[in-house]
């Protein structure tokens, strides 16, 4: 695959192109915020486009209200998220009439959604860039000539184009950082719009992924989270490496500390990657991995690939391997045609598993998807109803999880300072759980050993060592 960067891409039109962009805003001192819904790859497009903001001699504004540009990176993954958004666009559009030279973008999913930049156009007429999922590089280039032209730019690639290395990013985290291996997801399971806003999967070179770890080790991280839709089918379909292989490879490096991957997807879990888990001391013991429904019916209408059994399987070979594994999962309530027996099968597989942690969903239509035109969608007080028993035993679990780690000392990557009480601070232990103690801010970005005394839902409580 043919490999580019941010220079070559803005300069395409025009050899002069990025020089001029940075050339129009130099000294305007303008402020940008960005806003952003959905999944960790959004929170890390997030963090390039804030990067190109700052390349483009933009600072960061304190809240949107105040901003000169405000851009949505918006996520449809279900109808909430969706409303967040068209709230809040809504509310914009007050200051926008008090402050009209206030550049409003909105870009992500939802825009890439077929047919949604125009209803977005029509709804927004104060908006004045929109761009999708594939050309997100391309925010300078629209950003100058709606500002230089005064005319609204609408760009949505229908297609993916070439993966756009070395594009900026700001990441905020003294000590750790999101790194993307691919991008796309091929497997179309029923309910879903990611594969038809995210387009077809394609995986980043893992030398080019290589160097990026290296460098981010280099600015003084300590831990880095692998992202991909299904970060187990890295590398197929190209002579690319395979993900346990690339963990190994990333485990070679000197001065990281840590290494997560989201999401797995059960299908392609293959028992190399738990060997490379469990061998690679840097790799966390700890793996998300979506079930989304216990009932072999519902896999099947899901198009998951998998059954109950071979999910259990799976889980089994883990605790196997690594007898401490943490795993979480997400949930689907109220896919169309249910039944109580297929939400019991889903309640009795959490239960054989006793997840850490689980989210949840609502089944939320999404229009284009083969789950759409299913007959027989299930009522809200019926899904209502199954949450409310389904998060009563994922609390159960997840007590019951949090508590063998009483007594027991864990390592923890610390973050900061507790907002609600500045004589704690917090982080993540190996196993991806929530630590606070006592500490102070100088602990941020370093990983400390720290004694369990007690637990609540979401968080261990412990003593610093
Ligand atoms: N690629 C990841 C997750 C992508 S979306 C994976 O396969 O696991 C994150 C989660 O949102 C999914 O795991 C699923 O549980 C949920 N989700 C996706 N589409 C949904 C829909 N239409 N309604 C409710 N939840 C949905
Ligand atoms: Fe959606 Fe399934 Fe792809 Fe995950 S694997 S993004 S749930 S289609
Ligand atoms: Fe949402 Fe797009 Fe992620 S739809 S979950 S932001 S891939």
Known sequence: MKQANISDFCALEDKEYLSKVKEFFKDKKHTYFVETYGCQMNVRISQTLAGMFQEMGY?????????????????????????????????LKQIKKKKPEMLIMVCGCMVQEQGSAEKLKKRFP???????????????????????????????WEKEGDIVENMPALREK???????????????????????????????RSEDIIAEVRQLVKEGKKEITLLGQNVNSYGKNSDEISFPELLRELNK???????????????????????AMAECEKVCKYIHLPVQSGSNRILKLMNRHYTREDYLLIVKKLREKMPDVAISTDIIVGFPTESEQDFEDTLDLYKQVCYNSAFTFVYSKRIGTPAEKMEEQIPAEITKDRMARLIALS?????????????????VLVEGVSKKDESLVFGRSDCGRMVTFSGCACLTGKIVKVKITSVKLNTLIGEME
């Open 253 to 275: 490096i000197d001065g990281l500390e840590r290494i997560r991957f989201m999401t797995s997807h059960p299908k392609d879990l293959s028992d190399q990657l738990i060997s």
């Open 59 to 91: 600072v960061p504004a304190e809240s949107k209200e105040e901003a000169d540009a405000v851009i949505f990176n918006t996520c449809c993954v279900r109808e909430g998220a969706e409303d967040r958004l068209l709230g809040n666009l809504g509310k």
């Open 174 to 204: 003294e000590a750790s950082a999101f790194v993307n291996i691919m991008y796309g997801c091929n497997n179309f399971c029923s309910y879903c719009i990611v594969p038809y806003v995210r387009g077809r999967e394609r995986s980043r």
């Open 395 to 411: 609390e159960e679990c997840c007590l019951r999880a949090n508590e063998k780690y009483l007594g027991r000392t864990l390592e």
């Open 126 to 156: 104060f908006c004045s860039v929109l761009f999708g999922t594939h050309n997100v590089h391309e925010m300078p280039k629209l950003m100058f000539s709606a500002l230089t032209k005064g005319e609204r730019q609408v760009s949505v």
